[in-house]
């Protein structure tokens, strides 16, 4: 029973542009969200999370927004880089458990 | 020097053996966790302890057992291998539950069973 979803597996984005990945959630316990970035042959590395009680945070070119009326969040990345090839895993955590969705694969085009 | 190193990176091994994977942290974290990502690529949590205490254990075959000697460790061993244990494991450790900063993986190991 998958409880956080990404619906889209992959998306291609010129570079300097805006990608925006997409992630919906069921379960309205969840207190963090977050996004991991992921490389061939490596292990899933944090990113940026957002307690469920905002609606924005911001890290330099990353910045993570949570709708919880619709149980929806997104990562925006501005600009995307070539090294933004990766990818992206929306998580969920509570109760020190972390809960992935299946990931979406970015491919910045140059 | 490596946060989270975990041991081997890949482990080839033939149906009913026992095996164990081996997982350090050295970043002072409480709390450890074993992932197991299938060959659709999910991320799925097998088990977590938080001060060497088992916290999580999912539904997860008993043949496969967590072992903490202390906060910084968090071994896995495996026995009677089938399979579908073929898979990418990951160790992860976190301060306190770890939502605000998030876990932090080792490296992952491929374990393939023939």
């Known amino acids: 029973d998958q409880q956080v979803k990404q619906n889209s597996p992959s998306l291609s984005v010129q570079e300097g542009r805006i990608s925006i990945l997409n992630c919906d959630y069921t379960n309205s316990m969840f207190d963090y969200f977050l996004w991991y970035k992921k490389y061939p042959a490596e292990g899933p590395t944090f990113l940026i999370s957002?307690?469920?009680?905002?609606d924005k945070n911001e890290d330099g070119r990353f910045t993570v927004f949570l709708n919880k009326s619709a149980k929806h969040l997104s990562l925006h990345i501005v600009p995307s880089q070539p090294g933004d090839s990766a990818v992206y895993f929306c998580a969920a955590v509570n109760d020190y458990k972390l809960s992935f969705g299946a990931g979406t694969t970015v491919t910045v085009r140059a | 020097d490596t946060a989270v190193s975990q041991t081997p990176k890949y482990l080839v091994t033939q149906m009913g053996n026992d095996k164990s994977i081996k997982c350090e942290q050295n970043l002072g974290h409480d709390t450890m966790y074993w992932y197991k990502q299938d060959s659709k690529k999910f991320l799925k949590i097998m088990f977590s302890?938080?001060?060497?205490?088992?916290?999580i254990n999912e539904t997860v075959p008993n043949r496969f057992s967590p072992k903490s000697p202390d906060k910084a460790h968090l071994n896995l061993h495996i026995n009677s291998l089938e399979l579908g244990d073929s898979a990418v494991y990951f160790c992860?450790?976190?301060?306190?539950?770890?939502?605000?900063?998030?876990?932090?993986f080792g490296s992952g190991t491929r374990l393939t069973v023939v």
């Open positions: 302890y938080n001060n060497k205490e088992l916290i």
């Open positions: 992860a450790s976190s301060q306190d539950w770890g939502g605000s900063t998030g876990y932090t």
């Open positions: 957002i307690s469920s009680i905002k």
